[in-house]
């Protein structure tokens, strides 16, 4: 992870504690694509899947403020 990045990976965690409805529903669905990826692997420090693409633990990155936050460009929104 770049450290230019940490910004919005505090961000994503911050949101993932209470969310507003419409980030839950985008967290929901952003989380059904990661669901079907085949870079979803596994998480080893805690449980849970993360981003092989990117090394994030997918059940906070997925409330990232960034529209492109998919490394592999898969989020339509």
Not at 32 to 56: H, I, Q
Not at 64 to 71: K, L, Y
Request: glycine share 6%; proline share 6%.
């Amino acid at each position: 992870m770049k450290l230019s990045n940490l910004g919005e990976v505090a961000m994503s965690w911050y949101r993932s504690l209470n969310p507003t409805p419409e980030q839950e529903e985008l967290a929901i669905e952003r989380f059904a694509v990661c669901d079907t990826c085949e870079f979803r692997v596994p998480a080893t420090l805690f449980d849970g899947y993360k981003c092989d693409a990117c090394g994030c633990p997918l059940h906070r990155k997925v409330f990232t403020f960034d529209r492109n936050g998919c490394p592999k460009g898969k989020w339509s929104r």
